[in-house]
């Protein structure tokens, strides 16, 4: 496990951890001989042509050396670094010696250093790095020296090296690296490799004495830009399950980041320069800080060099193919219940904490260090100065004679009186507080201390606060259960964070609600919020909702009973511990049941109130539900699922209530019908009758009385032009999806070529209702959406949708062809598995059978699914569309031809065999499939 009291930068060979043996990839000074001998045999240049040749069998020898000794893991990935840069040195000063013999000497010309920069410069290469050079000059370049630069650029160029390069005086780069903290940065890694050293020691003196008088503040701001424009382009949060290795927060970018800032303040070249209480700055990292900076720099720098070797590009980007190769490269295996790549995964995610501490802490102090000690003064506010707390740089500090490890309490109270008074933690406070978070362990059940949790957990703003505790770790060292979940990547395409960082999200997302932030799209639940008597057990279930990830099970199961023992810990009265386990345990009840179920059947809505019982529950229930859906992730959340919670909601409330939201059906019935024919009062008596004639009670169950009344002019229109075919599209922008109208003559297999139609079109159905009328005719309704999770209504779009329902209907589509043409789901989502599954279930409904699909969702699949069940003689009356990442889940009520349950056995295990079938990968040839419906 990655912690402080575990990691320094980068370290040479000769720093490998003894149990390693010594690579064997040869010494530089004898390869540097060896190649200057193959370019100059008897001190004479070889012909250029033959000079590339060698050049390119050396760099490939040298290249080749490095891979072998890394994948053989004789060398870490830091060690291997070095040895890559070390060893292209040798091929920067033979092309460099080739170039003085190849080219005539010119009396007086001036001198000039080959000086290398950027990571090459700071003596760290990946294998698809570029190379950064400098060509420096005391004041400016001969004619000779601009002709000795072009001719080893272009044999560089010739041999496939990716170059950055520039060509400055010694005036010019500090005039440059004044204006562009690139350059700037950039020279702070300068190397001298081959040339006039001298030239390079006076430029590095004046550079030295020039970023003396510039001071700190500059290079600072501009560092402090640059991170903040990578995050916002990489991720905000160190936590992103598809981590950007280099750039990322908490990465290797901030590891180096922190690098520049020692360097340009105390001109140190290692960070364990920075240990000790006569160091640079006074001490500013303690031994144990340093060795796990090391093993951040070596564990991102391993992970690096695999990703460069395994893609044979410079990728950065730690995406889902790449997780489960790289883990397995670097000898992560399954462990118990963990998978490799799991453990994998979060050992990254608790370096990138590491890194994104140090970020934190180590920041601040260097820039206090250059500036001196702070004044540390009593606070004016006589309740902070009485709970132990001073001001230094405006801050809040721990007061002269307050220790946090004699008085733990304090490292919880410190951020409750910052988050009150709107003040900024110190640096240096925060540091300590890091460095002794392990006493936090001494308060679990310590009344004062889990009131200053529950405070920071459910106050203002908790979101960013309780990010904070996790970050400096007080939250695992109090609740020992929650370090289980820190870093815990869940391998999907659906969650964006690891479960830590994604709990923190939820309770970020419940304090948004309360202030009304999200009326717009979460009204209910904004509204519900206000009303709850239950407010802190609410906080606690988000808390604790998914602690028991990672455990094998049901982590709903096993986070109500962990609930059990948590809730008395922290203070929390029976009642409420009873509340936050119940929640805990049916937490995935309200979503699971609007997005799979059939909500206008009356049997779904009693079940749910058999179980939640309680108006409060309910309450509770459904704002958890929003806020834990939408911290998911930006694409999870949109107005269909709002509609579907949101008249889950009311239904089930409307029975608490001991209302009539589930009355006989027939009387449901006769009240649609009345209300239908209000509407229609205007329409010829006749026409109205035969409309109320034609739909059984599902169908009159299923729509509200504006559709009903639009289904009838439909119908008649259809009627009257003898239409075989009518499809009507609507616009449904307050639920973000498209309503997808279908009326023809009925016949099997309808629904699976509409819905292969639909998927040609690009659109994705979300829900579907399926109606046979009483004359034969099918009325089928898809609700559909585009690729972004929007309405499908783009006019042209919609007149191509229509045009291929007409296609597939009339045969003249060929499905399965057009199908094949979808575009395919990128590379890196392959790896991502999802076992087909298919639960048959005749016990949630009381006329249906409900079968649950779940496999990799992929164009076409609705199609294959829908036509296997249609194979079977079964006929669908709903379907409810869900798709979690790139696992969909997909839910129908079937009825066999005489309008029955699917009860035979034999039926239904050949009924699964055919579901199975369908979900295989598309790549399965069609006899494949064949032969597993006959086995």
């Known amino acids: 496990m990655s912690s402080f009291e575990d990691a320094g930068p980068e370290a040479g060979p000769a720093e490998r951890p003894a149990s390693r043996p010594a690579p064997v990839v040869g010494e530089p000074p004898v390869v540097l001989?060896?190649?200057?001998?193959?370019?100059?045999?008897?001190g004479r240049p070889v012909a250029r042509e033959d000079a590339v040749t060698l050049l390119r069998r050396h760099l490939g020898r040298v290249q080749n050396r490095v891979q072998q000794a890394f994948e053989a893991h004789e060398l870490s990935g830091l060690a291997a670094a070095r040895w890559l840069a070390a060893l292209t040195d040798t091929v920067m000063v033979g092309i460099?010696?080739?170039?003085?013999?190849?080219?005539?000497?010119?009396?007086?010309?001036?001198?000039?250093?080959?000086?290398?920069?950027?990571?090459?410069?700071?003596?760290?290469?990946?294998?698809?790095?570029?190379?950064?050079?400098?060509?420096?000059?005391?004041?400016?370049?001969?004619?000779?020296?601009?002709?000795?630069?072009?001719?080893?650029?272009?044999?560089?160029?010739?041999?496939?090296?990716?170059?950055?390069?520039?060509?400055?005086?010694?005036?010019?780069?500090?005039?440059?690296?004044?204006?562009?903290?690139?350059?700037?940065?950039?020279?702070?890694?300068?190397?001298?490799?081959?040339g006039e050293e001298a030239v390079f020691r006076r430029f590095e003196d004046a550079f030295r004495k020039t970023r003396a008088d510039w001071g700190l503040r500059p290079f600072l701001v501009a560092k402090r830009a640059e991170r903040q424009h990578r995050h916002a382009r990489y991720g905000e949060s160190p936590f992103m399950v598809e981590p950007h290795v280099k750039e990322g927060r908490g990465g290797l970018r901030d590891l180096q980041t922190l690098y520049w800032l020692a360097r340009y303040a105390f001109n140190v070249q290692r960070m364990p320069e920075l240990v000790g209480a006569h160091t640079p700055g006074g001490g500013l990292l303690l031994p144990e800080e340093a060795r796990a900076i090391r093993r951040a720099w070596d564990f991102f720098w391993t992970v690096r060099f695999h990703l460069h070797i395994v893609t044979g590009r410079a990728e950065e980007r730690l995406t889902f193919d790449l997780q489960?190769?790289?883990?397995?490269?670097?000898?992560?295996?399954?462990?118990?219940?963990?998978?490799?790549?799991?453990?994998?995964m979060k050992h990254f995610f608790l370096t990138v904490r590491d890194v994104a501490r140090f970020t934190r802490i180590l920041e601040p102090a260097i820039e206090r260090a250059s500036l001196g000690p702070p004044a540390v003064v009593p606070a004016s506010d006589k309740a902070l100065t009485e709970a132990g707390f001073a001001l230094a740089d405006g801050k809040i500090i721990a007061a002269l004679g307050h220790d946090f490890t004699l008085d733990p309490v304090l490292m919880l109270r410190i951020f409750r009186m910052a988050r009150d008074r709107g003040l900024d933690i110190h640096p240096l406070a925060f540091r300590a507080i890091v460095r002794h978070a392990r006493h936090v362990g001494r308060l679990r059940g310590q009344a004062d201390a889990s009131a200053e949790f529950l405070d920071i957990l459910s106050g203002r703003d908790p979101g960013t606060w309780m990010r904070m505790l996790n970050e400096a770790g007080l939250i695992s060292r109090l609740l020992p259960d929650w370090q289980r979940i820190v870093g815990l990547m869940q391998f999907d395409t659906y969650h964006v964070f690891t479960v830590d960082e994604h709990t923190i999200e939820t309770i970020g997302v419940l304090a948004a609600l309360e202030r009304g932030e999200l009326h717009e799209v979460a009204p209910v639940a904004s509204e519900l919020i206000g009303q709850l008597q239950s407010r802190r057990a609410l906080y606690v279930a988000m808390l604790l909702h998914d602690i028991a990830k990672g455990r094998g099970g049901d982590h709903s199961e096993l986070g109500a009973q962990l609930a059990q023992t948590i809730c008395p810990m922290l203070g929390l009265t029976p009642e409420e511990t009873e509340t936050v386990s119940w929640l805990v345990l049916h937490h995935l009840l309200i979503s699971q049941t609007a997005f799979k179920r059939d909500i206008e059947d009356p049997k779904t809505i009693l079940d749910i109130a058999e179980v939640v019982q309680s108006p409060e529950r309910l309450r509770l229930l459904l704002v958890l539900t929003v806020a834990d859906m939408r911290a998911v992730g930006p694409k999870v959340w949109n107005g269909w699922k709002a509609t579907l919670l949101r008249e889950l909601y009311w239904r089930v409330a409307e029975v608490l209530a001991g209302g009539l939201s589930v009355p006989e059906r027939d009387v449901r019935v006769a009240r649609a019908k009345e209300a239908a024919a209000l509407l229609l009062a205007d329409r010829p008596e006749p026409e109205v009758g035969a409309f109320l004639d034609l739909g059984y009670?599902?169908?009159?169950?299923?729509?509200?009385?504006?559709?009903?009344?639009?289904?009838?002019?439909?119908?008649?229109?259809?009627?009257?032009?003898?239409?075989?075919?009518?499809?009507?599209?609507?616009?449904?922008?307050?639920?973000?999806?498209t309503e997808v109208t279908v009326y023809c003559t009925d016949h099997p297999g309808l629904f699976s070529k509409i819905a292969g139609a639909l998927a040609v079109a690009g659109a994705?159905?979300?829900?579907?209702?399926?109606?046979?009328?009483?004359?034969?005719?099918?009325?089928?309704?898809?609700?559909?959406?585009?690729?972004?999770?929007?309405?499908?209504?783009?006019?042209?779009?919609?007149?191509?949708?229509?045009?291929?329902v007409e296609q597939a209907?009339?045969?003249?589509?060929?499905?399965?062809?057009?199908?094949?043409?979808?575009?395919?789901?990128?590379?890196?989502?392959?790896?991502?598995?999802?076992?087909?599954?298919?639960?048959?279930?005749?016990?949630?409904?009381?006329?249906?059978?409900?079968?649950?699909?779940?496999?990799?969702?992929?164009?076409g699949l609705l199609h294959d699914v829908t036509a296997a069940i249609s194979d079977q003689g079964l006929q669908i009356a709903s379907a409810h569309i869900t798709t979690y990442g790139v696992r969909a889940v997909d839910?129908?009520?079937?009825?066999?031809?005489?309008?029955?349950?699917?009860?035979?056995?034999?039926?239904?295990?050949?009924?699964?065999?055919?579901?199975?079938?369908?979900?295989?990968?598309?790549e399965a040839p069609r006899p494949a499939r064949a032969a597993a419906l006959k086995a």
């Open 33 to 42: 001989a060896d190649l200057v001998a193959d370019l100059m045999p008897r």
């Open 96 to 194: 460099h010696a080739y170039t003085e013999a190849t080219l005539p000497p010119a009396p007086g010309e001036k001198p000039w250093a080959l000086v290398a920069t950027g990571g090459y410069g700071r003596g760290v290469l990946a294998p698809y790095s570029d190379i950064d050079l400098l060509f420096l000059t005391d004041a400016g370049m001969g004619a000779r020296g601009r002709q000795s630069v072009e001719f080893m650029l272009y044999l560089l160029w010739d041999l496939g090296l990716k170059v950055g390069h520039a060509t400055r005086s010694r005036a010019d780069c500090l005039v440059d690296a004044k204006a562009d903290a690139t350059v700037l940065t950039a020279l702070l890694d300068a190397r001298h490799v081959a």
């Open 697 to 737: 009670p599902g169908y009159w169950l299923s729509f509200d009385p504006e559709t009903h009344a639009r289904h009838a002019a439909m119908i008649q229109e259809a009627r009257e032009e003898k239409a075989p075919l009518t499809v009507r599209t609507r616009v449904l922008e307050a639920r973000a999806v």
């Open 809 to 859: 209907l009339s045969g003249r589509l060929r499905l399965r062809d057009e199908i094949r043409k979808l575009k395919r789901e990128p590379a890196r989502l392959r790896a991502v598995t999802v076992p087909p599954r298919v639960v048959i279930d005749n016990h949630a409904s009381n006329t249906f059978t409900v079968i649950e699909v779940n496999g990799r969702d992929r164009p």
């Open 324 to 344: 489960p190769v790289v883990g397995a490269r670097m000898g992560y295996t399954r462990h118990g219940l963990q998978d490799g790549v799991e453990r994998f």
């Open 764 to 804: 994705t159905i979300v829900d579907a209702r399926i109606h046979t009328m009483t004359d034969g005719m099918a009325l089928d309704t898809f609700w559909v959406q585009d690729a972004q999770g929007g309405a499908f209504e783009a006019p042209h779009r919609l007149a191509r949708l229509s045009v291929l």
């Open 891 to 922: 839910v129908f009520y079937v009825k066999d031809v005489f309008g029955l349950k699917v009860e035979n056995e034999r039926k239904l295990v050949t009924l699964r065999r055919a579901l199975e079938a369908a979900l295989a990968p598309e």
